[in-house]
C-alpha cells in the first residue's frame, strides 16, 4: 500500500483552498462543482479537503476542527528550505502561531502554526538522511 491522499474535513473547502493557496503557496489540483471536496498539489500525493456535510453524508462521525477549539490529534508537515520564511508568510495570511523555527537535536528545523480551521500545520526543513 501507499498513501493515496489525506482528506481534513472542514466547514468551507473553497475558502480553505484560498487559504492554504495563499499562506503555503499550494496550487489546486481538483475543486468539485458541488464546492463540497477539494485536493491541492503537494506532491505524489495529495492534500484533500471535503465539507464536514460530505463525512455525514458517508456516515462518518467526528469532532469538528475549530480554530479555538483543541487541535484533533494529528498534524500535517509542509517541508521546505525555508522554515522561517514559510512560518512567516503563514502567520502573515492568517495562520496562528504555535512555534517559531527552531532547530531540534537532529538537525531538522521545525515550527508550528494553526490554519484558518484550527489544524495543526508543521513546517520543516528536509532531515538529513546522514545524521537519523
Not at 522561517?84 to 496562528?96: D, L, M, R
Not at 502561531?97 to 537535536?105: D, F, G, L, Q, S
Amino acid at each position: 500500500m501507499k498513501l493515496g491522499y489525506t482528506i481534513i474535513y472542514v466547514a468551507d473547502v473553497p475558502a480553505t483552498v484560498a487559504f492554504y493557496e495563499t499562506a503555503f503557496g499550494l496550487a489546486q489540483r481538483f475543486v468539485h462543482e458541488s464546492n463540497l471536496y477539494a485536493e491541492m498539489e503537494t506532491g505524489e500525493t495529495a492534500l484533500a479537503f471535503a465539507a464536514d456535510s460530505a463525512a455525514e453524508m458517508n456516515g462518518l462521525a467526528f469532532a469538528p476542527n475549530e480554530k479555538a477549539a483543541v487541535p484533533a490529534g494529528w498534524e500535517i508537515c509542509f517541508v521546505t528550505d525555508d522554515v522561517a520564511g514559510g512560518f512567516a508568510k503563514a502567520v502573515e495570511e492568517g495562520c496562528t502561531p504555535v512555534t517559531a523555527p527552531e532547530t531540534k537535536p537532529w538537525g531538522q528545523v521545525v515550527a508550528y502554526v494553526r490554519d484558518m480551521n484550527g489544524c495543526i500545520v508543521e513546517i520543516a526543513s528536509p532531515i538529513d538522511k546522514g545524521t537519523e
